[in-house]
């Protein structure tokens, strides 16, 4: 999205990084939006609306502002906005967005605003990983016009350590921009060979973004009306002790890509995803995981449902073998941890596949992330995986991968010579397991 001329309503929620909301609404000024802004009361108490109303230039929409002179703010504040961004959002607003509720300023907003809605989230690590917050953020997932930006974990502002912080104001302003372009970004640096875009079967329908007040889901016109994948997405995280892990530095971005591609196309996409910046558009439904033993159980659960399964996510081949209770102390000693495999997610889908043994086909497809020996490497990990394809990409390219719209990749499919890398956008690469996928499912 182009934040240049776009009218922005920020919602600012009572916790202790409402001054980043201000940094926030400089950035999106620097870069020619207008902003307005809305405070709960708990919100004035840790930066006076005197400063909002300062930098904004415009009056802030309080519980107990000027009313006679602006009755209607909670309807006109929502109706100027092109955005409505909810940052800082506390754990008491997000649960009254879940609920309906709607007795301040910022969420009667919520409510009221027909506009596109962004969320991040900023609280301590145990109210965010509450049973509440949790339930209620997943509700929030699956409103119509709404996302849920990831947050970070790290040090907070209470001292602890854990997921929970508020997303810096420039990753958020970055993530704007990309949000409503993150699939027709600019375009890519071409390489020696020709871009997938083009090689690929062109699908009839459109692709990204849906607008808003259409579900593609219910168009018969679309090729993939009436059809479900399944796609996993994000990294995941293998639990150390309490406060560390191991991971990766998997974004998601590509598995926005393909669920946005999908969706727009009219398949029903259900996302099964660990943690990740990049945040799906509303319409997808997503089921959150940690651990790769997670994330299996979760795919397993879902997979007979499926006419596509896609598994985008990188997921971590080991975890540690104990998890210790407690952090583990300093000792100054060398430290050894022992990794024992993981479930290999995508081996177990295709041998449930042939267990199962139906006549209704299903799409299964692999991805494969390699630094070297790029085509012996795929071919022999589609061999063993019994997977229909794989998407072999080469992420570690100065110029593609992790965090970037663009990537080097390849579809290998199975009976098939490995093709070249070509450069493409993270769209590119959703469109052609798109239109793969048609084929199988179609031919
Ligand atoms: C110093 C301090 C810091 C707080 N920080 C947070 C926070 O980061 N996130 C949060 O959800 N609540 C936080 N709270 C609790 C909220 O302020 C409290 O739930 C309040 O009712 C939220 O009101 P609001 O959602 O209407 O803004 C904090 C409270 C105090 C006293």
Redesign the pocket.
């Known amino acids: 999205m182009n934040l240049a001329g776009k009218k922005i309503l920020l919602g600012v929620?009572?916790?202790?990084?409402v001054y980043k909301s201000c940094e926030l609404l400089r950035l999106l000024q620097k870069k020619g939006a207008e902003v307005r802004v809305c405070m709960?009361?708990?919100?004035t108490?840790?930066v006076a609306p005197l400063t909002f109303a300062s930098l904004s230039k415009c009056p802030v929409y309080l519980k107990n502002g000027a009313v006679e002179a602006r009755p209607f703010q909670h309807i006109d504040f929502p109706r100027w906005a092109d955005l409505y961004l909810v940052v800082?959002a506390?754990?008491?607003?997000i649960g009254?967005f879940a609920c309906g509720i709607a007795d301040?300023p910022?969420s009667l907003c919520f409510m009221s605003c027909t506009c596109p809605r962004v969320i991040a989230p900023?609280?301590?690590v145990a109210?965010y990983n509450s049973p509440a917050v949790k339930r209620n953020l997943e509700i929030l997932r699956g409103f119509e016009n709404t996302t849920v930006l990831e947050s970070p974990a790290g040090e907070l502002?209470c001292g602890e350590v854990g997921q929970?912080r508020l997303m810096e104001p420039a990753e958020i302003v970055k993530w704007l921009e990309g949000a409503s372009l993150p699939l027709a970004a600019a375009a890519c640096a071409s390489s020696a060979t020709p871009s997938p875009r083009g090689t690929a079967p062109k699908t009839p329908a459109p692709a990204i973004p849906v607008a808003k007040d259409i579900d593609p889901t219910k168009d018969s016109t679309l090729p993939g009306y009436g059809k479900k994948v399944l796609l996993t997405a994000g990294r995941t995280e293998e639990a150390i002790d309490p406060v560390r892990y191991i991971s990766n530095r998997s974004s998601g971005k590509t598995a926005v890509a393909l669920a946005s591609v999908f969706y727009a196309n009219g398949f029903s996409v259900e996302v099964v995803a660990g943690p990740m910046e990049a945040a799906f558009p509303g319409g997808v439904k997503v089921t959150r995981v940690k651990s790769a033993r997670d994330m299996h159980d979760a795919v397993m659960e879902r997979l007979q449902e499926a006419d596509a399964v896609v598994h985008c996510a990188a997921v971590a081949d080991y975890r540690p073998a104990h998890a210790a209770d407690e952090k583990i102390k300093d000792s100054r000693s060398q430290l050894t941890i022992e990794l024992v495999p993981n479930p290999n997610i995508l081996r177990d889908c295709t041998a449930a596949r042939k267990a199962a043994a139906s006549s209704r086909k299903q799409v299964i497809i692999g991805f494969a992330l390699e630094t070297d020996h790029f085509e012996k490497h795929a071919a022999e990990k589609l061999a063993k995986s019994g997977a229909d394809a794989l998407l072999l990409n080469a992420p570690v390219a100065a110029d593609s991968g992790f965090g970037r719209d663009c990537v080097r990749f390849a579809l290998v499919k199975q009976g098939s010579p490995v093709p070249p890398l070509a450069m493409g956008e993270k769209v590119d690469l959703a469109e052609t397991i798109l239109n793969f996928c048609l084929e199988r499912l179609n031919g």
């Open positions: 929620s009572g916790g202790i990084a709960t009361d708990a919100a108490e840790f800082p506390t754990a008491n607003v009254k301040d910022v900023a609280m301590n109210m502002a929970g």
